[in-house]
Structures are given as structure tokens and as C-alpha cells.
């Protein structure tokens, strides 16, 4: 392939799908496999999602979480014990009917999600308040069959994702974990993927099947949509009545357990490569990088040698510091086509010496988001290398805030939420009676939904934070006490959105 | 349940089948699912699972190899694109035929190995010799449909692996590849699980299907039959030619990729269980287990103060040190109860400190293997700490390593053959000309087949390595040099076994 081919074609502002599809595919994350709905995940993407992995784990086992490993398959008679999931599921399960060449007496569900199959052990696993509260994760992946166009990471039949799943004694239990779980998220996305979330719960319609209240944190794209970027689930006792999870209280009474589940997909991949990326291609935030800095060394013939040992002792000297460093001393490929590689490839810092360099014991930093060259000192390199990682953070971060800040908009009635919708896209926020016929006129008009209720500050599960209700942007308040569609009052507000 | 109930009933010596699959449930590490074949890795077992992954994941990251994720379904039409995966797995795939309520046109198959999915990948991305090496690795699930009883670890439909995939410029490399991961999986268990192996290669009639070459290492278990360690399989060219992976030459000629793919799976930890594990339960070597220290105060009310504290201080400088320690200071349980549930759940090295090495600046070491005791100055406790896991590790590997080398005879024709394993289990060697029916032979009166044929002096798989062939026990030479089933000359020997 000649060199125009390798880079990125399609245009971010003008064909986002397009550009998308293109930059997922020649940084290397993934590709298209030749069944409709199935991707393949390259070394770089699932590099990307080891990172996921590392972070989210290390926070789930600091707060008490377990991985295990759940079969893959679940018989069709457990789906149907709890009445809500085998509804939800039933229409998007792959099923396998055949084992070898004999059909199955019970065809079996490839895993939508492994509540059915978890349940009856954690009934087996708990006997007392001791046994509580049980708290299990694992990394696996998930098959829901939509018959949706393929996205890789946003919308895929076989997915990559943790599932956590847990018991405790009561209401108050449920929700502090429901949450815990949900901050652990918006942690990610703040903290590690530079992506700022909105949260809140979805409308009752729209709950997990068998959940009491889903919580969920949503990302706002720059193309304007919503991405529902990871869910949190209090089940109450809907998975504990219909699997027998009970447990002896210390006065030896038996009482049933409250559970949640949990859980964030590779869709964080999704949004994550769609908010930063641009039409030079793939942006990352150091946070999540698998190489934080690439060194390019720029010689002739008689100027290799020296340049060369000075790259390598500044590769050296970062390697040392902890950060994740590459040094570029390819042959045969000449400088400029190797900051076009590393800028599709979103390695977020570039350092660059050449003779010049090596002369004035300097080295010269170029920032990936924004292409900002700066002059650094040999002698200050290791502070200067993790203070502008930091920087670049932040710009990414901020950016991005900024998006979101600019698309939370106001509507009081119907018309103004369709056309400011249709206009600006983003987030439009309105009194909601909490009718799903009010949400159902404005999808059919426009393909938006109501994808987030901000937390009341009464709300329980605020409370069981400890957390202010306001914070940020989900404290925005729409104009009036009467719903945006049919004009009944209205004790809450919703965010309506077009959605991914 | 009583205490009673909550120890090992059954006998290694005298059921064996029983007795593991007391110890898997008892120490908490697996559970039967209500699906035949299926198992749940509860999270003592899976952190075992996990220590595995650390291992070999960093040493195939210093070797080249980049961890990716292809999809779990196989169309039924790539499965037929290598006659022999075909032939070899048909009979025991699972087959996915609805998604949701609509009949696929295709079946697709849960992946019972991925060679016929991500070969075709590499056809795509493999251009140039520049591209070569290319070596992926995944950690997933598989499934293949088996109709023997479930036997968590060892026998199941679904279980959890690691599958790498390879492809090289020609058949040196491919060899060289091989017998790396070979090596890495020899490593594993000598260095990591505690469990001598022998290595070798399959008879022509047992490669994996589309294999030119599959090499082995087989360990012993405790009843006498041999374990499939981890296998490694050089493809040759088969899969390169029915993918089309090829590559154009300095020359710009092109040619056919050699390929090999090699894989480990959760029937390591069934061998890591059943060698060392006695009739208390689980036993683990300190490189494996999750705790490698539990400390057991023991105290009276009024000395209970001053033995926590002493025990604090110790579980302090344990940690600090990086040891996995774990202080038990529950209430309600007395040291006895302790102690059974710490050697049930297999921690390899107890503390117990009561008022008198509080008194004495002291402590007492139990080793879990063989109950041994020893005092131990509080003064040298980190140093001895170590000395003291190491020792147990030893002891570990020296047990199993004699019980292999009192089990590896000779015979040199069928009757002794088949005396031999029928009295004693084990290994039996013999010439052996080549031929498949002389293996029936024995297989159709013992079920004793054959498990490994050592790598010859002369063989390219020990050259590629640059190894001895006959180091340990793989040299053990058979007197005569015709075959002990048929009479034929024979110009190899082979290791007959019965096998899980």
C-alpha cells in the first residue's frame, strides 16, 4: 500500500461513521469479521482494553470484589425462572441446539447476561449473614443477537465485558453498591479515558429486565449523540425471590437477599476512540496508552551514530521513570512517515532529536492532540515528560467537557425539544411527567429518547453516596414544573438525547 | 453444617475420584453446574487461574507474543476450509442454528479451537516478510462437546484456555516457535505448579488435526495415569495453504507461511491439585497460592491484646516484604477450626503465635505438606519466611519428581507391557515400530495408549532448542530395538500410559 492509503481518508465533521469505521481499522484496533455482527479485536485494541481491565479490577478488588468464571451457556428453563429477563432476552439469544450431531434435549442460551446463571449458585453459596455480602466479577464475553449494522465496540452481537454480580442483607446494602459500582465507573471515564459522564437512572420503562432501578452514566459524543456508558443495577428481590437467595438473620430467621448486578462493556472503547480521535487518526490519553511517548531520532549518515545514542539514553532514562516508552530507530523509513504512523496510531507524545538537538542538549516534545511543539531541556526531560503527559490529559479532558457543556440545552415544550434536538443534536433537558406516551411522541418524530434522570437530591441512591445531587452538568434546571409533552405536572426532569 | 462435614471424607489412596472432586468443592474452587460438562470457577479457584495467566503472559510478552480476540462463533463453511480440523472436531462442536426467534442461514460453531478463524486473518494482514514473525495469543473459552462424565479441570465441555497463534517465514522458524512455547510450558510446571513433566512428541496418529508435528509434556499424577500438560503444534504449511497465508520475499517472490499454534488450558490447575493434595484437603506450592501465609493467633482473654499486636506487627513486615499473608484474628472460631480451614483451602506456610513466642520473641512455622513445626526467631522471621516457602516448594517438587521416577519401567514385549501397567500405573517404555495397530493392541486390553515418544537426539524440534534430548527421564532407554507389541524393528521408543 503506498503511504496516501495508510492514512485517514474520511472526514470527522462530515462523515463520522465513515471516519469512524476507518480509524478503528487502520490503527490497527480491529476488523470486520465475515460474520454480520462479529469483529475481530487486534493486539493494539485489546491492548486497550487491558488497560480497561487493570483499572477497573484493581478498584473492584480494593472494595471487596471476587472474579470467578460462570458457564458460557445457560439452560433455556433457568432463563424462564425470572419472568422480566426471559421477556428482555428471549427475542435477541443465540441458541444452541445441537451438541456434535445430536440435538439437545434443552437447547441452551449463549450468555445475554448471566444473572439466570449466578442466581442458583449464590442461593447454594449463602446460608447466613455471614455469607454476606457476596460479591462476584467476571471478564467474559456476552452474545445478544440485534440485527443492527455493525459498529465495532458500539454495537456488536458478541461482546467483551465484566459482569459483577452481588447479595446483601438488605435495601440499604443493594444501594450502596449499586453506586459504589457506578462512581467506580464514572471514575474510569473521568480519571483514565478523559471522557466526562452525566448520571443518573433510566426511566422506569427502560430498567434492566427484573431491575428495581438501573443507574447508568451517559457520554456525549461529538457527533451529538448519547452513549450509555456502563449501568449499575439494585435488583431489590426480584433475582432473590425467583432463585431462593435467602439467608439466616443472627436471630436464625430466614430472610431474602438483595442483589444487584453491574456492568461496563467494550462500548468504553468505543467512546473513548470517538471523543479524542481526529482526521490524522487515532487519539489516546496517556492514561490508557499502551506507548505513552514515542522517541523518533532524525539522522543523516554522519550524524547517525551520535543521534542515535542520544535517543537511546533518553529512552533509557524514561523507561526508568516508569513511563512507557518507544524508541523509532527504524531503518528505511524516513521521519515524516514515522510521526504519520505514530499520529494514526495515537501515541499522545512525540519527542524529537536530531543533530541539532544533540547540540544544545535539548530535545524538541510535540503533542499528539493538537500537534503543540515545545523546546525541552536533556536535563529536566523526565519532569517536563510527565508534566506534559499531564497537560495533554487535561486538554483532552477539557475539550471534551467543553463539548458537553455547550450541548445541555433547555426545552419547556414539544416543538422546542424537536427542533433544538434536531438543530444542535446534544442533550436537551425537560419537566417530565414520567409517562412513557410522552417519551414515545418524540421518538417517533425524531429518533430521541429519554436516556438519563438526574438523581433527586432526595434521591436514595445520592444518598447512599454521600454525594451532592448537583454536581456539574446534572443540575441543570429546565424552565417550569410542567411536562415539555403533554403539559401535566411534572415532579422530575429528563435528558433526552439521540443515542447510540 | 458441622465441622465434620466440612472436611475430606474420602481417600486419595483409595478413591481417588471421589477424594478430587471433594477437594475441588470443599476448597471452594469449582462447583458442578446443572449442565452436564459445565463447571463454575468459584474465586479460589480462579485466582489460581489468574496466577497461571501472570506467568505465562509475561513471558509470551518478552517473546513477541501480543495477546488479541477473535470471535467465539465459527461459520461451518471456514471450519470445512482444513479437511483435517473437519474431520477432527465435527463430532464434537456445538452448534449455534437461531438467533432470537429466526433459524441462521449458516450454523456457526462455538469455537472448539480458533486456527480456522484467525488463520484467515493473517492471510489478510500478512503482506510482506516484514510482517513475519506475527505471534497472537488469546485467553478465552472453548467448547467441545464430549460425552465422558465431568471431572472439574480435567473433563469438561466448556473450559477456559489460552490458544497462541504463530506464522514464520519457513520451517526453522516455525520449529524454533514451537518448542519456545513447549519450553515456556515445561517452565510453567517445573518452576511455577510444582510438576515435573516429560516432553515429548504424539505418535503421527494423535497430532492435532492439519498438525505436521504436536510435542507434549506429560506429568504423572499420583494414581498412576499421565496427564496432557500443554500442547505445542507445528503446522507446517497446511493451514497457510487452505488460508492462503503467504508473503512476498526480499525478492518480491511469494511464499507460504509455516504456522503453529500452541495452548494450555484449566486442566494445568487439575494437575496442580491432584499431585499435591492429601486427605486434608487442597495443597499449593507458595509460587502459586493466592496466600502463601496465614498467622493463627492464639490467646486467652487477658493475653488477647498483646498477641494481636505482636501478630499485627508480623503481618506487617511480611506484607512489606511482598509476601501474600493473611492475618486470621476472627472471633468466634477457635485455632483449631482455623488451622483445619487453612489447610482445607491449601495455604502453604502457618504462623502461630501465642502468649509464649510473644514472651519468647518467637514463633512457630507449620508446614502445610507434611505438618512439620519450627521455631523461628521474630528477629530473622522475613528471611526465614522465604527460606522456609522455598523449602516447601522443594519438598513439593522432590515428592512428585520421585513418584515419576519410581514409575517410569521398561518392557519389551506385550505381556510385560501390559503386567506392568496393570500392577503398577505409570509409565511403561518400550521400542515401538510406528505403527498405530500396535497401539490398539494394548489399548483394546488396558486402555493404556501411547501418551509421548521422547524427542531423538537427532531431532529437530531438541535442535531447534538447542537442548540435550535426553535429559531426566525422557532418556530412559528400553533394552532391545524391536517392537514390543508386533516384533518389528523399531527405530523409536514410546511412553505407554493410561491418560486423563
Chains 1, 2 share one sequence.
Not at 117 to 146: G, K, T, Y
Not at 168 to 197: I, K, M, N, S
Not at 201 to 207: S, T
Not at 244 to 266: C, K, Q
Amino acid at each position: 500500500m503506498g503511504e496516501q492509503e495508510l492514512g485517514i481518508t474520511e472526514s470527522k465533521e462530515h462523515s463520522p461513521g465513515d471516519w469512524y469505521a476507518e480509524v478503528v481499522q487502520k490503527a490497527g484496533l480491529a476488523d470486520y469479521a465475515p460474520m454480520g455482527g462479529f469483529i475481530v479485536t487486534r493486539p493494539r485494541g485489546y491492548a486497550l482494553w487491558e488497560g480497561v481491565q487493570d483499572h477497573l479490577d484493581s478498584w473492584f478488588e480494593e472494595t471487596g470484589v471476587e472474579n470467578a468464571y460462570f458457564p458460557m451457556m445457560i439452560p433455556e428453563s433457568f432463563l424462564e425462572r425470572e419472568k422480566d429477563i426471559v421477556e428482555g432476552f428471549d427475542p435477541e439469544v443465540a441458541w444452541v441446539t445441537h451438541g456434535g450431531h445430536d440435538e439437545l434435549e434443552e437447547p441452551l442460551a449463549v450468555r445475554p447476561t448471566s444473572e439466570s446463571i449466578i442466581a442458583p449458585f449464590m442461593s447454594q453459596w449463602i446460608r447466613s449473614h455471614r455469607d454476606l455480602p457476596m460479591r462476584l466479577n467476571q471478564w467474559c464475553s456476552v452474545v445478544r443477537w440485534e440485527a443492527t449494522e455493525t459498529k465495532p465496540f458500539f454495537r456488536t452481537k458478541e461482546f467483551l465485558w465484566q459482569e459483577g454480580h452481588t447479595a446483601h442483607r438488605d435495601e440499604d446494602g443493594a444501594w450502596t453498591e449499586t453506586v459504589r459500582r457506578l462512581d467506580q465507573y464514572e471514575r474510569l471515564y473521568e480519571d483514565v479515558l478523559a471522557v466526562p459522564v452525566l448520571r443518573g437512572r433510566k426511566p422506569e420503562h427502560d430498567k434492566f429486565p427484573g431491575a428495581h432501578v438501573t443507574t447508568t452514566v451517559e457520554a456525549l459524543m461529538p457527533d451529538g449523540k448519547s452513549v450509555q456508558g456502563a449501568t449499575s443495577h439494585n435488583l431489590g428481590t426480584s433475582f432473590a425471590e425467583a432463585f431462593d437467595i435467602t439467608y439466616a438473620d443472627e436471630d436464625e430467621e430466614t430472610r431474602t437477599a438483595h442483589t444487584t448486578s453491574w456492568g461496563l462493556s467494550w462500548r468504553a472503547l468505543g467512546a473513548l476512540i470517538m471523543t479524542h480521535s481526529d482526521d490524522q487518526g487515532l487519539v489516546l490519553p496517556p492514561t490508557i496508552a499502551p506507548k505513552q511517548v514515542v522517541i523518533v531520532p532524525i539522522w543523516q549518515e554522519d550524524t547517525k551514530e551520535d543521534v542515535l545514542q542520544y535517543a537511546s539514553g533518553i529512552a533509557a532514562d524514561l523507561e526508568e521513570a516508569g513511563v512507557r516508552v518507544h524508541l523509532d530507530d527504524r531503518d528505511g523509513r524516513n521521519p515524516g512517515f514515522k510521526f504519520n504512523e505514530w499520529e494514526l496510531n495515537g501515541v499522545p507524545l512525540r519527542i524529537e532529536v536530531g543533530p541539532n538537538e544533540v547540540a544544545d542538549e535539548e530535545t524538541t516534545f510535540v503533542h499528539r492532540p493538537d500537534g503543540s511543539d515545545h523546546v525541552v531541556d536533556r536535563e529536566s526531560l523526565v519532569d517536563e515528560t510527565n508534566a506534559h503527559l499531564d497537560e495533554i490529559y487535561e486538554k483532552l479532558y477539557e475539550d471534551a467537557a467543553e463539548n458537553l457543556a455547550e450541548n445541555v440545552r433547555t426545552a419547556a415544550e414539544t416543538s422546542e425539544l424537536l427542533g433544538t434536538i434536531g438543530k444542535h443534536g446534544g442533550y436537551v433537558v425537560t419537566p417530565w411527567c414520567g409517562d412513557e406516551a410522552c417519551e414515545t411522541v418524540i421518538k417517533d418524530e425524531i429518533a430521541a429518547e429519554i436516556v438519563m434522570v438526574p438523581f433527586a437530591e432526595d434521591d436514595r441512591a445520592e444518598r447512599a453516596a454521600g454525594r451532592a445531587a448537583d454536581r456539574d452538568l446534572s443540575g441543570v434546571e429546565p424552565e417550569g414544573d410542567h411536562c415539555a409533552v403533554c403539559g401535566d405536572e411534572a415532579d422530575r426532569v429528563a435528558y433526552f438525547a439521540k443515542s447510540y
